[in-house]
């Protein structure tokens, strides 16, 4: 199941048997989705007017990115799309053509392989070894999209189902199966947690230094929920009275590149 939304790009690798729904391995892109297709035609616009982002005022920007999101949506059925939009009491007109959306699109798309690799190395797959490609989110149905998966999986991607009601289809039958519903009696889901999920810690490196900001995860990532894990750690220094915990999701072994999720602060007996 290939998910790309706004602003997040998901990978998830299902297996059915039996009635019973398991997910083997969760990979994807935080920092990937829609908006960055459209951030890319916004900035082929002003490349093409000769203006930089700075230079327009709010309101100017707020409609730019209107027309790169009305032309990102049209391009996909027209060779071109055009529009207008006025800029310093000028009237300024926006062309772009289906190849060149391809072609500054490139980068994103080669930025889609890196989560998808990750999971199918995760579940020990191949792209063979798939019997189905599912797409979800407002941005698969852009068609460069669709012919990437096609061209990088080697199959074409099932579409029957509409991209933008899968997610609240799935809430759906999750809902359903917390109220235990008679039509979902035979029918089980099993997940994965998508991110490793650990703890802040710092480290002895020997001759009096430390280096702090360091990721030890608890949880690794695709491990099936739920789930319980415990480990051991110390203190950084005698008599301390409490320990902070900061909890983080990720896969650098440096928190500042993870995604913070809380804190909690414990108090250690001294007796």
Same mark, same amino acid.
């Given at each position: ?71 990102? =949506?049209?391009?996909? $059925?027209?060779? /071109?799309?055009?529009?207008? #939009? ?5 009237? *300024?007109?926006?062309? &772009? ?104 810690? =710092?480290?002895?490196? $020997?001759?009096? /230094?430390?280096?702090?900001? #360091? ?5 690794? *990532?695709?491990?099936? &929920? ?46």
């Amino acid at each position: 199941v290939l998910d790309l939304g706004g602003g997040t790009f998901d990978v998830s690798i299902l297996e059915m048997f039996n009635g019973i729904m398991q997910v083997v391995a969760i990979s994807g892109d935080n920092y990937l989705g829609g908006e960055d297709f459209t951030n890319q035609i916004m900035k082929f616009f002003l490349d093409k007017l000769g203006l930089r982002e700075a230079s327009l005022t709010l309101e100017e920007r707020a409609l730019l990115v209107k027309q790169a999101e009305m032309s990102k =949506i049209a391009i996909g $059925g027209q060779s /071109e799309v055009s529009s207008q #939009v006025i800029i310093a009491g000028e009237t *300024r007109e926006l062309v &772009i053509t289906s190849e060149e959306f391809e072609l500054i699109s490139k980068p994103l798309l080669a930025k889609m392989r890196a989560p998808i690799i990750q999971a199918l190395n995760d579940s020990k797959l191949k792209p063979d070894d798939l019997e189905q490609i599912i797409l979800i989110g407002g941005a698969t149905k852009m068609p460069i999209v669709r012919s990437f998966c096609s061209r990088f999986l080697g199959k074409i991607p099932f579409t029957s189902i509409n991209p933008d009601e899968t997610v609240a289809r799935g809430v759906a039958v999750q809902s359903a199966l917390k109220e235990k519903h008679f039509e979902l009696a035979d029918f089980m889901i099993t997940d994965v947690c998508s991110h490793s999920l650990g703890i802040e810690t =710092i480290r002895n490196l $020997g001759r009096g /230094e430390i280096l702090e900001g #360091v990721f030890s995860p608890i949880i690794d *990532r695709n491990t099936t &929920i739920p789930v319980s894990r415990t480990k051991h750690f110390c203190t950084s220094h005698d008599f301390q009275e409490t320990v902070n915990l900061t909890i983080y999701q990720g896969e650098s072994r440096h928190v500042s590149e993870n995604l913070e999720l809380g804190s909690l602060d414990i108090e250690i007996p001294l007796e």
